[in-house]
């Protein structure tokens, strides 16, 4: 399956429908630079992506890399109507074998002001619905030729809706166990991130050896269950210097830091060397930064 880090979202290009006779064959190509999604509403498309085959039947879809070759193993043997869209993005994705959160340490920033996360895609598979979703095919492709910004901008939110509807087709609701596991300290975590917390409290709470706790964290978050926490602190730290007034001794306490040179330790650590009450004044007017 593909895993896309959004944002950005994957964003439509372009898209049609077409039938083949028997005979047909679906055109071979190269590195074109896009996704292909191929929607097969009846008939087959026998196709091979650098030589692996890939058999689309009806009711069913496969996306193609875009980069990679793609050409036809076999014409087709009956008479076979799908539909086309190609789409990219621009940001990061990847082939994944299985569905893990986005690790913190990927998408630091000073400020987190936008939140990541990866949105998963199989790379082929069965379509619950094939109705509903041609009919939203059709509107998609109906809103293909208008220029207006609006009608661009509906014309990506119907490509989203197909995109979800593809991913509730597949059954990706099976994760590992570990992954499992990782998620339920989280939520632990990020519920009590405000008292003190112990590893073993957390596998008093979770029923498994804080070791092993850690592992899980390790694979699914890229960090130890203490970095976890204390990167959710300092995030909630960060956005109280921005948005209030508090002493930084009360937001370090608020966030359950224990002590005020803890605090600004940890925080320094996470901003580059910065300290709270310098990153709270580049949010602050000029007059007001005078004042203090």
């Given at each position: ?12 290009i372009m ?8 005979g ?6 190269s ?12 008939g ?5 992506e650098?030589?692996?085959?890939i058999?689309?039947r009806?009711g ?14 076999m ?7 799908f539909?086309?869209?190609h789409?990219h ?10 569905r ?14 936008v ?10 598979g ?6 509903a979703?041609e009919?939203?095919?059709?509107s998609?492709?109906?809103?293909h030729d ?7 901008w ?9 995109l979800?509807?593809?991913q509730?087709?597949?059954d ?10 990782a ?20 596998a008093?709470?979770?029923h498994?050896h804080?070791?092993y ?9 890229g ?9 959710y ?7 109280q210097?921005i948005h209030?007034?508090?002493p ?12 005020f040179?803890?605090?600004?330790r940890c ?25 203090r």
């Amino acid at each position: 399956m593909y895993q896309f880090i959004c944002p950005p979202m994957p964003h439509f290009i372009m898209g049609g429908e077409d039938t083949y006779a028997v005979g047909g064959s679906h055109p071979d190509r190269s590195n074109i630079g896009v996704f292909d999604l191929l929607i097969v509403m009846s008939g087959c498309l026998h196709l091979e992506e650098n030589g692996e085959p890939i058999d689309i039947r009806s009711g069913s879809y496969a996306i193609l890399r875009p980069d990679r070759s793609h050409r036809t193993a076999m014409p087709c043997d009956e008479t076979t109507y799908f539909y086309w869209i190609h789409f990219h993005t621009v940001g990061e994705w990847s082939v994944a074998s299985e569905r893990l959160p986005l690790p913190l340490s990927q998408k630091e920033q000073i400020y987190a002001q936008v939140e990541y996360f990866p949105f998963y895609l199989p790379s082929s598979g069965p379509i619950t619905e094939p109705q509903a979703i041609e009919n939203q095919l059709i509107s998609l492709l109906r809103q293909h030729d208008a220029a207006a910004a609006r009608s661009q901008w509906k014309r990506q939110q119907m490509f989203h809706t197909i995109l979800d509807r593809l991913q509730q087709s597949a059954d990706l609701t099976e994760v590992s166990p570990q992954l499992q596991i990782a998620e339920r300290a989280a939520i632990y975590l990020r519920q009590h991130f405000n008292v003190p917390l112990s590893y073993k409290q957390l596998a008093e709470e979770l029923h498994f050896h804080a070791n092993y706790i850690s592992i899980c964290m390790k694979k699914a978050f890229g960090c130890t269950p203490l970095e976890y926490v204390t990167r959710y602190r300092i995030e909630k730290a960060k956005r109280q210097l921005i948005h209030t007034n508090d002493p930084v001794g009360k937001i370090a306490d608020d966030n359950g830091f224990g002590s005020f040179p803890y605090f600004i330790r940890c925080f320094a650590k996470h901003t580059g060397g910065m300290k709270p009450k310098a990153f709270r004044m580049q949010f602050r007017t000029a007059k007001e930064s005078a004042r203090r």
